[in-house]
């Protein structure tokens, strides 16, 4: 109900998100995840459904309730996120990448479960590196509007200048990652081509749906530029 009454700045756009974290297979029962909740990424999938976009959700494992009207197709690996992603991203508007994509996968997931042999070795790991799926979409011909996520733990505006420009991308919300990974709200520094910008303005933590809405209205703006 409250919905109804709301602004919609995205009607007739789709937008495109990515959330959660990945998760890379050792052997059938065990891989290599991260702290990702997913929490941002399905307040943003709500927000922008609020605001009248058509909204696909490509989720890694997280325990998130689907937002309501919002299509929500379920991953694990970053391989099988890049594969349902690349296909849809040219039919939509905006893609908007959340998700803590694993960087590396152990080189080969072993066929059954790895077994203790009884003297003391332990298993080694080589990995090789996952797809940039972001910076995939971005390099497409029909690129929609493209918004990247950047957790740092230092140097906050130069690495998301760096990583902004690296991407190819016009807009990057930048956080301090061990500050928002699982909590419940967050504030963030968005950086694009005139400079940055904290959000909100007062550079106070707010709630990811707060938070999530002002980003909606943030691209919706940019797009309408
Ligand atoms: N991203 C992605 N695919 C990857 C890695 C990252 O789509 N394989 C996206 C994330 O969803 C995020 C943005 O790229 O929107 C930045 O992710 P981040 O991990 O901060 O950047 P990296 O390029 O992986 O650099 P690093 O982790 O080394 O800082
Ligand atoms: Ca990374």
Same mark, same amino acid.
């Given at each position: 109900i409250v919905a109804f009454f709301q602004p919609k700045p995205l009607r007739g756009r789709r937008v495109l998100i990515t959330a959660g974290p990945t998760f890379e297979a050792i052997d059938p029962v065990r891989g290599i995840t991260n702290l990702s909740s997913g929490k941002m990424?399905?307040?943003l999938a709500r927000a922008a459904r609020e605001a009248g976009a058509e909204v696909t959700l490509v989720a890694g494992p997280v325990s998130q309730a689907t937002p309501r009207g919002v299509r929500r197709i379920d991953v694990r690996s970053a391989v099988q996120m890049r594969d349902a +992603?690349?296909?849809l991203a040219p039919e939509h508007d905006v893609f908007i990448a959340t998700a803590a +994509?694993?960087?590396?996968?152990?080189?080969t997931a072993a066929e059954h479960k790895l077994k203790k042999d009884g003297s003391g070795q332990c298993p080694a790991l080589s990995f090789v590196e996952n797809p940039d799926i972001l910076a995939g979409v971005a390099r497409l011909p029909k690129a929609p509007y493209c918004v990247g996520f950047a957790a740092e733990s230092e140097k906050l505006a130069e690495h998301a200048r760096a990583k902004r420009e690296r991407k190819g991308v016009p807009l990057l919300v930048a956080n301090l990652g061990p500050a928002t990974f699982g909590q419940d709200d967050n504030a963030v520094l968005l950086v694009d081509a005139a400079g940055e910008r904290p959000l909100p303005e007062d550079g106070r933590r707010t709630d990811?749906?707060?938070l999530a809405r002002l980003l909606v209205h943030e691209i919706a703006n940019r797009l309408d530029a």
């Amino acid at each position: 109900i409250v919905a109804f009454f709301q602004p919609k700045p995205l009607r007739g756009r789709r937008v495109l998100i990515t959330a959660g974290p990945t998760f890379e297979a050792i052997d059938p029962v065990r891989g290599i995840t991260n702290l990702s909740s997913g929490k941002m990424g399905f307040a943003l999938a709500r927000a922008a459904r609020e605001a009248g976009a058509e909204v696909t959700l490509v989720a890694g494992p997280v325990s998130q309730a689907t937002p309501r009207g919002v299509r929500r197709i379920d991953v694990r690996s970053a391989v099988q996120m890049r594969d349902a +992603v690349l296909p849809l991203a040219p039919e939509h508007d905006v893609f908007i990448a959340t998700a803590a +994509v694993a960087d590396w996968r152990p080189a080969t997931a072993a066929e059954h479960k790895l077994k203790k042999d009884g003297s003391g070795q332990c298993p080694a790991l080589s990995f090789v590196e996952n797809p940039d799926i972001l910076a995939g979409v971005a390099r497409l011909p029909k690129a929609p509007y493209c918004v990247g996520f950047a957790a740092e733990s230092e140097k906050l505006a130069e690495h998301a200048r760096a990583k902004r420009e690296r991407k190819g991308v016009p807009l990057l919300v930048a956080n301090l990652g061990p500050a928002t990974f699982g909590q419940d709200d967050n504030a963030v520094l968005l950086v694009d081509a005139a400079g940055e910008r904290p959000l909100p303005e007062d550079g106070r933590r707010t709630d990811k749906l707060s938070l999530a809405r002002l980003l909606v209205h943030e691209i919706a703006n940019r797009l309408d530029a």
